[in-house]
């Protein structure tokens, strides 16, 4: 050990800086290369929504309400249930062909014609990198909310009631007949 610390030590500034460089290169040449930019904030978001495909839609907006909900003073914990008209849909989009064909026949002094029209339709798909098709989405709508209930510790207050309602109202389109708002225990 010593030999080698007496061999670094008669080394100049030269050649130390190459050995350290050359150890750098091979460390980068070792680490597993990136498949993409990557950032913290984008796996997150990857994360959520990975997590968000395996619930359904009526529980994604349950969930971001209480968490909007908890974050507002004056309103504490919450707990958060909607009921649906519908779970929303997508709309895709589709190839329709038409062909149209006619028929002339005519005896002396009297015309006869009839038509007949054909038409298919078949569904768009794309086709991802692993050649997966999957049908090709012009249009999501939403789920259509029947009703709300909002269980919050603050909502003793009137205040804090009104507030929840209207907030509700804004964002989901529901009348204020359909929206409970309840004090937690």
């Known amino acids: 050990m010593k030999q080698w610390i007496d061999k670094i030590k008669d080394l100049k500034r030269d050649q130390i800086l190459m050995i350290l460089l050359a150890g750098v290169l091979l460390l980068v040449i070792a ?4 498949q993409g930019t990557d950032t ?6 990857e994360e959520t929504e990975e997590a968000e495909s395996y619930c359904s839609e009526s ?6 309400l209480k ?3 908890g974050q507002v003073e004056g309103i504490g914990r919450t707990e958060v249930m909607l009921t649906l008209k519908s779970e929303g849909r997508s709309i895709v989009e589709k190839d329709v062909e038409q062909s149209q064909r006619k ?10 014609s009839s038509s007949e029209i054909n038409s298919s339709e078949s569904t768009v798909v794309e086709k991802d990198m692993h050649g997966n098709e999957t049908p090709y989405v012009t249009e999501k709508l939403k789920p259509e909310i029947d009703g709300v209930l909002v269980i919050a510790q603050g909502a003793g207050n009137s205040s804090v009631a009104s507030e929840i309602t209207e907030a509700v109202m804004a964002l989901f389109g529901v009348p204020a007949h359909k929206i409970k708002v309840m004090k937690m225990k």
């Open 67 to 69: 968490n909007i909900l």
């Open 103 to 112: 028929e002339e026949n005519g005896e002396e002094g009297s015309a006869a």
């Open 40 to 45: 913290a904030a984008g796996s997150r978001q």
């Open 31 to 34: 680490l597993p290369a990136d």
């Open 59 to 64: 529980e994604i907006l349950e969930r971001k």
